[in-house]
């Protein structure tokens, strides 16, 4: 953690006045908002991967800043597991996420941290690794959802999509483009 004072420190000026309260952070389920915009996480991330001494110390990093549950150790944990070596995380980047997503998590976090593996180089795990996701529980049905929204090419997994339960309106959203994308 000491590594991650040091990079918002050399990453995000007067880090120290930066926060603030926000009203929304114990509704979306984060323990903590700092207030660090996204372009500065992006800067720490950054950083981080450049001025580790290893990769490995980052790859167990993620973990605590995930286990911290802070909307800022989200963001970084998620862009970190995005763009570091697979050797250095030990498994694919997919599923060092879901191994991360031990309690039923915000949509908006598992889609954002989803987006930053996708954008990272990392494919949208195959159709089989999503129905098995899904059936492990309602919550994961929704997190399989989201998934399959990354797709660049036509959902086929219809009843999946179809099936899920319901949720918030950002997801009914998603849900919606990828039923009217099928055709």
């Known amino acids: 953690m000491r590594f991650l004072k040091t ?19 114990g509704n979306a389920g984060f323990r903590f908002h700092i207030g660090t915009p996204l372009p500065d996480l992006r800067q720490i991330a950054s950083w981080m991967l450049t001025h580790a001494p ?4 980052l790859a167990k990093l993620i973990p605590a800043l995930w286990k911290r549950h802070g909307r800022e150790d989200i963001s970084v944990a ?5 763009n570091m070596d697979v050797s250095a995380l030990g498994q694919g980047p997919w599923m060092a996420f879901i191994h ?19 954008r990272g180089g990392h494919a949208v795990p195959n159709d089989d690794w999503i129905e098995a996701a899904a059936a492990q529980s309602p919550h994961w049905h929704q997190y399989s959802v ?8 036509p959902v086929k997994c219809r009843e999946l999509v179809t099936s899920a339960p319901r ?5 009914e959203r998603i849900r919606s483009r990828i039923l009217q994308s099928e055709g």
Do not use: H, I
Not at 78 to 82: E, F, R, V
């Open 146 to 153: 989201l998934f399959l929204s990354l797709r660049k090419e």
């Open 54 to 57: 290893k990769q490995r110390v």
């Open 100 to 118: 991360l997503l031990q309690r039923q998590e915000p949509l908006l976090v598992v889609l954002e941290v989803a987006e930053e593996l996708v």
């Open 78 to 82: 998620g862009m970190l597991l995005a």
């Open 7 to 25: 990079a918002y420190t050399a990453c995000v000026s007067d880090y120290a006045n930066k926060p603030r309260t926000d009203v929304t952070a």
């Open 167 to 171: 949720g918030g309106e950002m997801y």
